[in-house]
């Protein structure tokens, strides 16, 4: 099968689409057949070792046990092992890979248990392939860690990327007056996801205009630490999806120790809970799935440069092709 696959840290340019086996299920997994996967800010932090505790995971000098990027996929059920029961061969289905990665390929396998789930039955591959990074993230750090609750006023800072563009239709859901802060370009796609405001961060500072909010959820990492706490209210809670910077936790953990103010970030692990909860949402047209280019899985190289511009709206997705490979013409 090809895959994309990263023996070394760097650029884009170090990922070469390459043959590699085909992966054979074992007894509590499936095999799944992938047509579409993505290419999302967590690939790009494993690709450039970035930040360094990246290399704990994945290798100190450059990836060793999981060199094919990708952690989040959509495609058709191929066969499944003698022990599993929640599927069968056939079933078209959408899952997150988490930190095993590896979706950037033909094929994969993971565990039924997994984050694993039947894809929405109103969207493409292409759509569903997109929802298991950004909106599971947005889902667990909104409503599990920030409690939020209707009427609250949240801010959802990066309205426009793969975690904002889901923040700020999870959070209308859920009943928050919602504010999206975002570039001149991304205004309408923010309005048009349900945000009550949208403010350009290009035109206006949203720390000096004298609003405050229950829930500030940064969505990439680059708010202003100080500026979101004084924009809080008291009790509110900062939400940080992107909290790798060691000063900035201890910070985080000093301000919610010693005031009413909490920060709180983490990781979201994917759950099939969640995918299902998704699911739901998507078909009931309470959430799409925004998706702001789609590249052939033999240009992930150029998908990454683009990604890694950092002006992408929504998700920026790979389309997979079998029609060329040997297990295609098999069963035809």
């Known amino acids: 099968m090809k895959a994309v696959v990263c023996t070394e840290y760097g650029s884009p340019e170090v990922m070469q689409l390459k043959e590699v086996e085909k992966p054979t299920p074992k007894e509590n997994e499936v095999l799944i057949r992938i047509h579409a996967t993505t290419v999302t800010s967590g690939d790009l932090h494993i ?22 990027l990708g952690c989040e996929l959509a495609g058709e059920i191929e066969a499944v092992g003698k022990n599993v029961t929640r599927f069968k061969a056939g079933d078209q289905v959408f ?32 759509e569903a392939a997109a929802v298991p990074f950004g909106a599971t993230a947005s889902l667990i750090f909104l409503r599990d860690k920030g409690n939020i609750q209707s009427g609250q006023k949240v801010l959802i800072y990066g309205a426009s990327g793969a975690l904002g563009t889901t923040a700020v239709q999870l959070a209308k859901y859920f009943g928050a007056e919602v504010t ?16 009550d405001e949208v403010i ?21 990492g680059k708010s202003p630490f100080s500026g979101c706490l004084s924009s809080l209210k008291q009790n509110g809670i900062y939400l940080r999806a992107v909290h790798l910077d060691l000063f900035l936790i ?14 709180i970030g983490g990781v979201a692990i994917e759950r099939k809970e969640d995918l299902i909860f998704l699911k739901e949402l998507i078909e009931a047209g309470k959430m ?20 890694e511009q ?4 929504g998700n920026v997705v790979l389309t997979v092709e079998h029609h060329n490979t040997v297990e295609h013409y098999n069963k035809t």
């Open 250 to 263: 201890l910070r985080g953990l000093w301000t919610s120790i010693t005031s009413s103010k909490k920060v």
């Open 200 to 220: 350009d961060y290009t035109q206006e500072d949203f720390t000096k205009n004298g609003q405050t909010y229950d829930i500030i959820f940064d969505t990439v």
């Open 288 to 307: 799409k799935s925004v998706v702001d280019r789609c590249y052939p899985l033999e240009q992930a190289v150029e998908a990454h440069r683009y990604v």
């Open 47 to 68: 690709r450039k070792a970035d930040p360094f505790p990246v290399r704990f995971f994945y290798g100190f000098t450059r990836p060793r046990k999981n060199t094919i």
């Open 310 to 313: 950092g002006h992408k709206k």
């Open 95 to 126: 899952a997150g890979a988490g930190m095993k990665i590896g979706a950037n390929a033909q094929y994969m396998c993971l565990s039924e248990a997994g984050a694993i789930a039947i894809k929405p039955v109103n969207i493409t591959y292409e």
């Open 180 to 195: 999206g802060l975002c570039s001149t370009a991304n205004l309408d796609l923010v309005k048009s996801l349900g945000a």
